[in-house]
């Protein structure tokens, strides 16, 4: 069986074709520039564009499954090519599909949902390495945080069990029309994840809380839009249920507990010593 894992470079997409190619399934990886992929040897790397699916056919050709994600381009802007993917997965013999991230209301989840596709959406509630991206060079750099809502819990999850469980979907049954939300084990909050970091480093990294207003500024000062701020001032001060409440899916679909924050830090150290 040919799988394909688009967004195969990606954060996640990445740790998907590890874990398919080592447990010898066959895996055919989307990227747009190949020249750049820097993957695992036998895996087949191809060219295309989710937003352009006329460069998709001789990717999809032999497929039996496939991971998606339901974003296009570095922006992150929803992908309106979701009906002629759907199309394009039918018609090349695909039975199942994953997509990472899963809008419920957005094109392609709409359009597997009128499919005969054997559909699973992965919904993480928060990935762990979104710390890297926000973090790792101001603690480099000052060894100090700067950020609102010091108390804030979330169920923040390895992207490696993200990557397990989308591995276990696609070469197994018995997933078909789920919707998996993915935490990690426990929730912590934002001064919690300052602690286990100093630990993981060997070094002390200072939190500073900010006001609202002190948050804004900051952000503002940073190129940081109006509209992402404001976002984020919502998400962070009122995170929704969903965020913080910790559910057994990782453990269910690849029968291994996930990953905690502790363990992350420690795989992570280096990237954040000073």
Do not use: C
């Amino acid at each position: 069986m040919t799988i394909l894992v688009t967004g195969a470079t990606g954060t996640v997409g990445r740790l998907i074709v590890d874990e398919l190619a080592r447990n010898g399934h066959q895996v055919r990886a989307l990227t747009r520039d190949p020249a750049k992929a820097d993957l695992p040897e036998g895996v087949e790397v191809v060219a295309g564009d989710l937003a352009e699916p006329g460069s998709l056919t001789a990717a999809f050709d032999g497929v039996e499954a496939v991971h998606l994600i339901n974003f296009a381009g570095d922006d992150y802007a929803p992908l309106k090519t979701g009906e002629q993917l759907v199309e394009l997965a039918a018609k090349a013999g695909v039975r199942k599909v994953t997509v990472l991230g899963g809008r419920a209301d957005g094109p392609l989840e709409q359009a597997l949902a009128a499919s005969e596709l054997e559909w699973t959406l992965l919904e993480p509630v928060e990935f762990m390495s979104n710390t890297l991206q926000w973090w790792a060079q101001t603690i480099k750099a000052e060894g100090v945080i700067r950020e609102p809502f010091g108390g804030r819990l979330s169920a923040v999850v390895h992207e490696r069990d993200i990557a397990a469980v989308a591995a276990t979907v696609l070469t197994s049954d018995g997933h078909a029309g789920k919707t998996y939300t993915l935490t990690g084990p426990r929730a912590i909050t934002t001064t919690e994840k300052v602690r286990i970091l100093s630990e993981a480093v060997g070094q002390e990294i200072r939190f500073v809380e900010l006001s609202e207003d002190e948050a804004r500024a900051k952000w503002l000062a940073d190129g940081m839009g109006a509209e992402t701020i404001e976002f984020l001032i919502g998400a962070l001060g009122d995170t929704p249920e969903v965020g913080y409440t910790v559910v057994p899916t990782v453990e269910q679909v690849t029968g291994r507990a996930p990953r905690s924050f502790a363990q992350w830090a420690t795989e992570h150290a280096v990237a954040f010593k000073r």
